[in-house]
């Protein structure tokens, strides 16, 4: 009779998720996700809860598969040595291997006053109270909304909409993977739904006040409510546990996705870092990272060698309210081409992703394996050359 193999899966999202689904394809494998909260978060609906068009909450039961076991928790430690983790009520969970899921949250806020009076959006608790503070706040008063990736551009429409005031600060460009074309669009959208946009990094948030910003070129604006969505930081779990992580405290592997430290640790997700050379934060490649890690101890647990990832990000997507969007489509290298979808056609395949992203989850609970993805085979093998040859700076 073969041995069971104990797997723990230290977080919940999209690569905790797919990587937990994925081991179910043994049934000599007993998979346990570790999580702190009961409810499956899509994060990329977390500018529509803000903006009251989405809930930004699936049941676990809808997309994770029926043998994985959950435990509502947060795990406090790990202890590689002795295999095994120490939950935040003080039980300890044993495993054979344990992949490290852990995602990321609001950065660490660097601006004076920006902890005290702006508001993240980068979890679903943070995006509830700010969405009670707006429901208290009235329609005219002035709203700034710091940063313009992704969720910045996305909360920012989604208020504008409304007809809030709004004012979305950049600090360098708007959008910065579009290409020009689509950031001239992007600028329409915005002109459009009557919020200003303010680009440039002399025009960087240098301070935020209760009820004003002020700005590296000198201004200063009123602001009623502030919104934080510049960057993301990483859990220190990691590093509080020993092991050893990048400079942003994302846990450091091989190709393959192992712990440079363990080889029965495995990372997916934001909170990974192969080679020291992360790949691009979002939904599509923390699963696709996820399958890949179930993939590597799979493998593992086969008696077989893992392969090295390989994983192309093909497009990013924008929604600027409920009508309009922006379909980007990407090069292998990560920058953009002069191709993308907008309008209506880019609203209805933002809002494909968006769904995607959930059904390939719950396909791959139904049938564990099934996930395939977009593959380069090129672009980082000489990206990872070049640094070995010291040709160029590392990538952060």
């Known amino acids: 009779m073969s041995k069971n193999t104990d797997v723990v899966v230290v977080g919940g999202g999209y690569a905790g998720v797919m990587a937990a689904n994925r081991l179910t394809q043994r049934d000599d494998v007993t998979v346990t996700v570790i999580n702190p909260r009961s409810v499956f978060v899509p994060r990329l609906r ?61 950065a660490g806020h660097r601006v004076p006053g920006a902890a005290e009076f702006a508001y993240p959006v980068a979890t679903l608790e943070a995006a509830q109270r700010l969405r009670t503070v707006l429901f208290d706040t009235a329609m005219t008063a002035p709203v700034t909304v710091i940063g313009g990736g992704p969720t910045g551009i996305e909360t920012a429409a989604e208020l504008a909409e409304q007809g809030r005031n709004v004012t979305l600060i950049c600090g360098g460009a708007l959008g910065p993977y579009l290409h020009p074309k689509a950031r001239r669009t992007a600028r329409k959208y915005f002109a459009g739904l009557g919020a200003t946009v303010i680009e440039g990094s002399d025009a960087a948030v240098t301070a935020v006040a209760r009820d004003a910003v002020e700005l590296g070129d000198g201004r200063t604006l009123a602001s009623e409510v502030t919104i934080w969505t510049a960057g993301f930081d990483v859990p220190d779990l ?40 992360p790949f691009r934060m979002s939904a599509y490649t923390a699963y696709c990272l996820g399958a890949h890690a179930a993939d590597t101890l799979l493998r593992r647990i086969a008696g077989e060698q893992p392969t090295p990832i390989d994983l192309a990000f093909p497009a990013m997507c924008l929604s600027f309210g409920r ?74």
């Open 238 to 277: 990691a590093a509080r546990s020993g092991l050893r992580t990048d400079a942003a405290g994302r846990l450091l592997t091989d190709e393959t996705l192992t712990s440079v430290d363990d080889a029965r640790i495995v990372a997916a997700g934001d909170s990974s870092a192969p080679s020291d050379l």
């Open 46 to 106: 977390l500018h529509q809860l803000v903006g009251g068009t989405h809930d930004a909450v699936v049941d676990y039961k809808d997309v994770l598969a029926e043998r994985v076991r959950l435990v509502v928790d947060s795990v406090t430690r790990i202890d590689a040595a002795g295999r095994k983790v120490t939950t935040g009520e003080g039980d300890t969970i044993a495993y054979d291997y344990l992949i490290y899921a852990v995602g990321s949250g609001t």
């Open 323 to 396: 009508d309009a969007g922006i379909y980007q489509l990407g090069h292998k290298d990560e920058t953009a081409t002069r191709l993308y979808f907008s309008g209506f056609a880019g609203k209805k395949l933002k809002e494909f992703a968006c769904e995607a992203g959930i059904k390939h989850l719950a396909t791959e609970a139904r049938k564990p394996g099934s996930h395939h993805w977009f593959k380069d085979g090129k672009h980082r093998p000489q990206l990872l050359r070049a640094r070995r040859d010291n040709t160029v700076a590392p990538v952060a």
